[in-house]
C-alpha cells in the first residue's frame, strides 16, 4: 500500500515548456486534490476532482490544467510553463462520506523551478 | 471566503518542554472540520490530528493536543514533551462541506526543538 505516489520528485523546466505531473493514489479514495505550496503562504488549491469524470477549479487555477484518468490517477499539466509557477505541487486523495468530511493524505510533493 | 490565520511565524522550545501554536479562522458556517499538519525538512504533509467542530471535546493524540474554542474561531495545538523529531512546519487547516471538502491552510509556523 504506498499510499499517494506523484512524479516526478524535482523538475527544472525553461520558460514555454509543458510537462505533465502525474498522482496516483491505491487507497480507493475518490476525490483528489492538487495544491501549490509557496513560501509564507501555506498551500492553496489549484483543482479537484470531487469523483471520477468530474473536475473543478480551485483557489489558483490559472495556467494549470487536469485530468482525472480513472479511480487511481489525477494528472496537472502546465502547458506553457512560466516563473511565477516556480513552486513546491502537491498531490491529496480523501474518500468523503457524504455526512461529513473525511481526512484528506498527501503525496510527497514535486519541486518545480521554471527559469 | 473561509480564512485560516497562523500569527506565529517561528516558534522554537527546548525538548522536553510543552509549547502551543496558535490558530484562529473565519466562517459562517457551523459544521465544519479543523486539522493540524506537520510537515517534516522531508517536505511530507502528515496528518497531526483533526477536530469535528460538533465535538464539544477537544481532540488527544498522544502528545499532541487542541484547545479548540468554537464561540472565539480558535484551535490551538499544544505539543507536550517536545522531542527532537517535532522540529517542522506546522499546518493549521479547515474543511467543510459546505465548500466542497476543500482544504483551507494557513501560513504555517515554523517550530524549533533545541536539545
Known amino acids: 500500500n504506498a499510499g499517494v505516489t506523484q512524479t516526478p520528485k524535482f523538475q527544472v523546466l525553461k520558460t514555454g515548456q509543458s510537462m505533465t505531473l502525474q498522482c496516483a493514489q491505491d487507497?480507493?479514495?475518490?476525490?483528489m486534490y492538487w495544491y501549490r505550496q509557496d513560501p509564507g503562504m501555506g498551500l492553496r488549491l489549484i483543482y479537484y476532482?470531487?469523483?471520477?469524470?468530474?473536475?473543478d477549479k480551485g483557489e489558483v487555477p490559472n495556467g494549470y490544467n487536469v485530468s482525472r484518468l480513472n479511480k487511481r490517477e489525477f494528472s496537472l499539466r502546465l502547458e506553457s510553463a512560466a516563473p511565477s509557477q516556480t513552486s513546491v505541487y502537491f498531490c491529496?486523495?480523501?474518500?468523503?462520506?457524504?455526512?461529513?468530511?473525511?481526512?484528506?493524505?498527501f503525496g510527497p510533493g514535486t519541486r518545480l523551478t521554471v527559469l | 471566503a473561509q480564512t485560516v490565520t497562523q500569527s506565529q511565524p517561528e516558534m522554537s522550545v527546548q525538548e522536553a518542554e510543552t509549547v502551543t501554536l496558535s490558530c484562529t479562522y473565519d466562517?459562517?458556517?457551523?459544521?465544519?472540520?479543523l486539522f493540524w499538519y506537520k510537515q517534516p525538512p522531508s517536505r511530507q504533509m502528515i496528518l497531526v490530528i483533526r477536530?469535528?467542530?460538533?465535538?464539544?471535546q477537544n481532540a488527544t493524540e498522544n502528545r499532541f493536543s487542541v484547545n479548540f474554542q468554537k464561540a472565539a474561531k480558535s484551535f490551538s495545538l499544544k505539543i507536550s514533551d517536545s522531542q527532537l523529531g517535532d522540529t517542522a512546519m506546522y499546518f493549521c487547516?479547515?474543511?467543510?462541506?459546505?465548500?466542497?471538502?476543500?482544504?483551507?491552510f494557513g501560513a504555517g509556523t515554523i517550530l524549533r526543538v533545541k536539545s
Open positions: 491529496a486523495s480523501s474518500y468523503p462520506t457524504g455526512v461529513g468530511t473525511d481526512t484528506q493524505y
Open positions: 487507497m480507493n479514495h475518490n476525490s
Open positions: 476532482s470531487a469523483s471520477e469524470g468530474t473536475t
Open positions: 466562517t459562517s458556517e457551523n459544521n465544519y472540520y
Open positions: 477536530q469535528e467542530a460538533y465535538k464539544q
Open positions: 487547516a479547515f474543511c467543510s462541506m459546505e465548500y466542497g471538502n476543500k482544504l483551507v
